[in-house]
């Protein structure tokens, strides 16, 4: 199997990287980083050339693991962020249509999708209603993925990523723990009430159902949740992190200000992907156990 994983530098797809060539496959990187080696391919983020690519070589499934994925950003450069998270969907599948029609394509997509819901997990057929033009830009990617399967038989899937975390992420809530902890550990002050709550899931564990929703699903355009099936609210997580460092001097508080655009509980349901065969390795303790020996 070869596979091509588009944002191979990222934190998401530098570990897809390592856990497929681990596994022996052959893997090429692609990335809009100019770095000289056999196995990569430079993206000219000005002028992207897919149809070079797909002509001069053959895959077994394209991954697409770039993009931004920031919801401020996505506020404040609303074109920069439909261009890095939808546009370049419809140009990589336009090029796999033209190239390699039997490329399947797994494109990563997010629980921002959903918007704000309830605390009932959330079922991959309800209707997505975001609240951020990021989680528009990544549900207008799913439903390009949905029109090349339906009307040129592409296949293709998206996976819907809930709270990722684990060795190689600065940014996001645990890096934003610990930068301010580094700062002044005596007055640390996190986002919103601490009651909201997030479906976290080890980045080790993120690969493990992406490479069994290759192996197992059938690619036809639909969409699949990947997380743990267990949400925790973020007041508990700082307490986990926290006292993962064995110190008592971390003085903590919650702002009781959300950042615009973030759900208050975003709740999984994963039975699909449970029926595939895919049960989470780690708990929260034991995954930020593993990225606090990264930082």
Known sequence: MSILIIGSEGFIG?????????QNKKVICADIKAIQRNDYYQINPADPNYDELFSHHNFS???NASGSANVKFSFEQPKLDFDSNTLIVFKLLNAIKNHQPNCKFLNLSSAAVYGNFSSEPLEENIHCNPVSPYGFHKWYAELICKEYHVLFNLKTISVRLFSVYGEGQEKLLFWDMWQKYVANKNNIELFGSG?????FLHIEDVAKAID????????NGAAINIASGNITPIKEAASIFYSLLNTQDAQYSFTH??????????????SKLKQLGFTPTFNLQEGLSKYMQWL
């Open 195 to 199: 009651n909201e709550a997030r479906d």
């Open 14 to 22: 530098s570990n897809l990287v390592n856990y497929f060539k681990a």
């Open 257 to 270: 200000h959300a950042k615009k655009g973030d759900p208050d509980i975003l709740a999984a349901d994963i």
């Open 212 to 219: 069994i929703v290759i192996t197992k699903e059938n690619f």
């Open 61 to 63: 499934i394209c991954i």
